[in-house]
């Protein structure tokens, strides 16, 4: 994200099953100049991607990832928001782990750690 900001457009797809997350982030970044932000696990098997850049770009990379990832498996949830709300960080869990390594008031724990 560029100089920690959600920027023009946040763009979301939700799908059940990570192999169909991972061919929509695939297509989203190859059809347009937009940037991962992040994603997330939310449970029972859904996965979400978060995307960013300006709001033509974030649209066309969302349409392509869902188109994508609807031929492999189940896309849940399709979201664009234009100019989203600074404070909307706040419960976006890449948003708070970025917020947090900026200023340094904890480290972001990884998924797969190892441990």
């Known amino acids: 994200m560029a100089n920690g900001s959600l920027q023009e457009a946040l763009g979301m797809i939700e799908t059940k099953g990570f192999v ?3 061919e929509a982030t695939d297509a989203m970044l190859k059809a347009a100049n ?6 997330d696990k ?3 098997g859904l996965v979400t ?3 960013v ?3 033509a770009a974030v649209k066309a990379a969302v349409d392509a990832g ?3 990832a609807s031929r492999i498996g189940e896309v849940v949830s399709v979201q664009v928001i234009p100019r ?3 404070e909307l ?3 976006l869990s890449f948003a708070k782990a970025q917020a947090a390594a900026r200023t340094g008031a904890g480290s972001p724990t990884t998924k797969n750690d190892g441990a």
């Open 49 to 51: 991607a978060f995307v």
């Open 20 to 22: 169909a997350l991972v």
């Open 53 to 55: 850049g300006d709001v």
């Open 34 to 39: 937009v940037e991962l932000a992040g994603w």
């Open 42 to 44: 939310v449970g029972s």
């Open 89 to 91: 960080g706040g419960v």
């Open 66 to 68: 869902a188109a994508a």
């Open 84 to 86: 989203p709300h600074e």
